[in-house]
């Protein structure tokens, strides 16, 4: 699962990060990375522009919301069902087409209107028709098609909830992902600002002659080693920064202050971390399953639609045609027939008009078997959208069950590492005290250093992974975007 998989990145992160610390100060870690193109409303940057993208998890989320292309890709999906449903209610409803043209003749026919003697005229004239037809009955197809498009409309909209849920659990991933790389860049930077102090005073030390010189460089070695530590831890925080910025679709370039969230070690309540509970909850709330059973349904009508092919249709129809005619002569054996007088074109139309009414039926007895692979179509989409939903109900089971065995881990691990790092400060405190007094050599003092590092890193690691599981839980149960 995508949330697994973050959560423990986040922790090799960690370690990995502690694995190259060498030391840590002691006291409150609020200091942001110098380097950093963002800073936190809290940092150290008092001076913002007027136009400064100020960030927090809930705006960010709105923002992602707003622009995110799978959200508007899901926004078009349901435009185009709508047009869609349209169309098959204007199924049931009779057609309606218009035509219109003129003509003109002249020459010598071979055979007249009266006798076969040849004619020699010329004429010319206009014809229009109206013509409208129904299916008064065609196997049920339109009926099952009405249904399956009604289907359609209402998967459309659960895969857009859907993919408002993806985009903003992405984004929260992403956020947590910048403020834990936040609070471990300030973990190294208050190990280099100790390394700092620690290798000044043994300057002065070793000047006194109190302190030998292989101590000095010993901590003059560390304290390099912190410095890339810190650039290190720095970088990082920016490519967060920028990753999460991409997400919602902004200018990296543009000054931007993100806002660090409230600490949250609250615990779910017992109802929100009972198995039975929330994978009933899952089952009933996700929007992906419930569109994928509502796809199988509609699969189901469209194969009835398809099997609807081999019945008779029924279609009622109506013409309207109406024409107008002017000869210019009509001369048969030298004989002029026009003996009376013409109306104009256009005093013609409308005045001479006939209507045709038909009523057919059509059954296609074979039609080179398209019936058939028509309807075997309709069942394998079917049979492929069953398959993917009873996989997708296996997944959510284990998703949920996945997700509930890393909030126990995460909760387990918020109070191990809170008695961890109460345990490092006072080991530090007391390996420096005997350091400073003679009875403990520099090696221990790394040593004390870098598990007070690792503890505060661990402790900083387990805060946000509380609070990016529980939004873990959210998402898996299909809980509303907040």
Avoid: C
């Avoid at 007249?112 to 013509?131: E, I």
């Avoid at 280099?192 to 102090?197: G, H, I, K, T, V």
């Avoid at 009622?316 to 054996?333: A, K, T």
């Avoid at 069942?379 to 296996?394: H, I, P």
């Amino acid at each position: 699962m995508r949330s697994a998989r973050m959560v423990r990145r986040m922790s090799a992160m960690a370690i990995a990060l502690v694995a190259l610390s060498g030391g840590t100060g002691r006291g409150v870690l609020a200091q942001g990375t110098s380097r950093s193109t963002a800073v936190f409303i809290n940092g150290t940057r008092d001076q913002q522009r007027a136009d400064t993208l100020r960030l927090d998890l809930t705006g960010s989320v709105a923002i992602a919301l707003e622009r995110a292309t799978a959200v508007q890709l899901g926004q078009q999906d349901i435009r185009l069902t709508g047009v869609a449903l349209l169309e098959s209610y204007g199924r049931f409803l009779p057609d309606l087409r218009a035509n219109a043209g003129s003509f003109a003749q002249r020459g010598t026919l071979l055979l007249s209107s009266t006798a076969l003697r040849a004619s020699d005229a010329s004429l010319y004239g206009t014809a229009y028709g109206l013509s409208s037809s129904i299916n008064l009955f065609n196997g049920l197809r339109d009926q099952e098609h009405l249904r399956a498009t009604l289907l359609e409309q209402h998967v459309a909209e659960s895969s857009l909830q859907r993919a408002r849920e993806q985009v903003a659990f992405d984004v929260t991933q992403a956020y947590y992902q910048v403020v834990l790389d936040r609070r471990l860049s300030a973990v190294a930077r208050a190990t280099l600002e100790l390394s700092q102090a620690r290798e000044t005073q043994l300057g002065e030390q070793v000047n006194a002659g109190t302190r030998a010189p292989p101590d000095l460089y010993r901590q003059q070695a560390q304290t390099k080693f912190d410095e890339t530590t810190v650039i290190d831890a720095a970088n990082r925080v920016r490519a967060d920064e920028t990753l999460l910025l991409r997400r919602l679709r902004e200018d990296p370039m543009r000054a931007h202050v993100f806002a660090e969230p409230a600490t949250d070690t609250t615990p779910l309540a017992m109802t929100d971390r009972q198995l039975p509970s929330l994978l009933t909850r899952s089952l009933t709330m996700r929007p992906d399953l419930d569109a994928l059973r509502q796809r199988v349904d509609a699969d189901e009508h469209e194969r009835r639609s398809a099997e609807g092919a081999r019945l008779p249709r029924i279609v009622f129809g109506i013409d309207l045609i109406g024409s107008g005619r002017v000869y210019g002569r009509d001369v048969i054996g030298g004989v002029d027939q026009l003996t009376v007088g013409q109306r104009p074109l256009l005093s013609q139309l409308g005045q001479q008009l006939f209507a045709v009414g038909s009523l057919g039926v059509s059954w296609d007895i074979f039609d080179r078997s398209r019936a058939r692979l028509d309807i075997e179509r309709a069942t394998a989409v079917e049979f492929r959208d069953r398959l993917a939903s009873e996989d997708l109900q296996l997944q959510v089971a284990g998703e949920v069950q996945r997700a509930i065995d890393d909030y126990d881990a995460a909760n387990e691990r918020l109070v191990a590492s809170a008695a961890a790092l109460r345990s490092a400060e006072e080991a530090f405190a007391a390996v420096q005290g005997r350091y400073d007094a003679g009875l403990a050599t520099f090696i221990d003092v790394l040593s004390a250093q870098s598990a007070l590092t690792q503890a505060r890193a661990l402790r900083e690691q387990s805060i946000t992974g509380f609070a990016l599981v529980k939004a873990v839980i959210r998402y898996v149960t299909g809980a509303p975007v907040r």
